[in-house]
């Protein structure tokens, strides 16, 4: 598939950048990589922390025809792609965080942010973000509030970024053509396979809400399971944490 690809050696973000290019023609697929973000985003504002040279940041643009109903559960695909290229690359088994969140050994290994413009039922746009940490500095370590993992933790071979990219667009790409083919419903034993909290004790944090409960995995338009005493509510994603406890 004919890709366009862009890397830069300094960015303020990588979705930033994509996200500004979308009034232009944009081609499906369309990626950008940096070696450093200079204001890395997490969501609701938080900050990514990029050192430079040492990670991966990428982000692609990906188009809805079908409108914003398109996107649910994208950073669901997303995640396993990530799960998929870090897996065939370094022969590691990541574990999977609903809604965006990827660990390792339970504790954060990469990241997902979904920014989106567009309309319900009209075509949309999308730019898909992955921070992936390969080699954290520890310098720049020292700048995260919580507990973190890199893949360099994890291995004894030398991993080769480019090598690694390149299989996480080619994964990437094929997760999203088989969501766009024919939705979550192919993926969610997968899913349920490398969740991090399936049948156990969780909290949900919605704002000043806290709800208890145990998670059941998610449904085939990635709403998140949870069994609250014996009933089973589904939570489309928005502003909302999981914890485990
Ligand atoms: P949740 O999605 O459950 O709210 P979260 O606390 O991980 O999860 P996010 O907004 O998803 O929040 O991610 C941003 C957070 O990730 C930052 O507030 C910071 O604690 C952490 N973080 C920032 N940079 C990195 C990094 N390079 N590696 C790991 N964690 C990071
Ligand atoms: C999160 O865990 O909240 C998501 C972190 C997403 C970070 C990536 S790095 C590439 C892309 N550009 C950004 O500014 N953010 C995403």
Excluded at 33 to 52: D, H, M
Excluded at 96 to 112: E, F, H, Q, R, T
Excluded at 180 to 190: F, H, I, T, Y
Aim: proline share 3%; with cysteine; hydrophobic share 40%.
């Amino acid at each position: 598939n004919p890709h366009l690809l862009e890397v830069h050696s300094l960015i303020d973000s990588t979705n930033d950048h994509l996200m500004r290019l979308i009034p232009e023609r944009m081609s499906q697929g369309r990626v950008c990589l940096a070696e450093y973000q200079s204001a890395g985003r997490g969501r609701r504002g938080r900050q990514w922390v990029s050192p430079f040279g040492s990670q991966i940041y990428l982000s692609m643009y990906w188009y809805l025809e079908q409108g914003l109903a398109g996107a649910m559960g994208l950073s669901l695909v997303t995640a396993l792609a990530v799960s998929d290229a870090v897996k065939n690359y370094c022969d590691i088994q990541v574990e999977l965080k609903w809604p965006n969140d990827i660990y390792l050994s339970g504790v954060k290994l990469a990241g997902i942010l979904i920014d989106l413009e567009g309309q319900a039922l009209e075509p949309s746009h999308s730019v898909i973000g992955i921070g992936l940490n390969v080699n954290m500095p520890e310098e720049s370590a020292k700048s995260i509030d919580q507990q973190w993992t890199d893949l360099k933790s994890h291995t004894n071979i030398t991993i080769d970024r480019d090598g690694l990219c390149a299989e996480l667009i080619s994964c990437l790409w094929e997760r999203l053509l088989q969501h766009r083919e024919s939705g979550l419903s192919g993926m969610l034993d997968e899913w349920h396979k490398y969740d991090i909290y399936l049948n156990k004790p969780v909290k949900l944090l919605t704002g000043e809400r806290t709800t208890h409960g145990i998670c059941r995995g998610i449904n085939n338009q990635g709403a998140l399971l949870l069994d609250v005493d014996g009933y089973v509510k589904a939570i489309y994603g928005g502003e909302v944490s999981l914890r485990g406890i």
